[in-house]
């Protein structure tokens, strides 16, 4: 779960990329977001650049060239390259794994996009994930985004999670409350 401090950079971005701004140009949040989590993962996969960008002894100047001279080759937009550097000035790029996640965090409450964790034993077909999908809609009144999960241990049946609530329409979760049911009497 991203950190106060992570939503308040994400919701700075988000805003910048809503308001309207004479003569500037419009991009894609979504696009923002990819480029985002490319760069997160270009300094995952390169010790020297997570070095450079992270430790207190390479200056901000410093890290700020290193940026610009890595955004063209990287593919970032200017407001991508913009926002980086912010984070820079403010010494947060350790935060960026939690900042990308708050940002689209953000972007799907402002489409009325939900994602829901589903868990399942086995892999969902095509028509039983469009049924899931209607169903979690349908409950939550948001357009729903799966992202699938497999657990063996599972036995059967499905787990959804979106946000902070959990629909548990699994086999064990069943057998949970009927247990508690019995003893209970």
Known sequence: MPSAVSFRYASALADTLAAPGAGRPTFNP????????????????????????????????????ILAKLAPGAGLDSITANFLSVVIDHDRMGLLGEIIEAFQTILHERMGTAIAEVTTARPLEESEQKELTAALSAKTGKSIRLNLLLDPNLIGGVVARIGSVIYDGSIRGYLSRLRTELTSE
């Open 30 to 65: 979504e696009t923002i977001a990819t480029q985002l989590e490319q760069f997160h993962q270009l300094l995952g996969e390169s010790n020297e650049l997570r070095i450079v960008f992270s430790t207190p002894a390479v200056s901000t100047d410093k890290k700020k060239a």
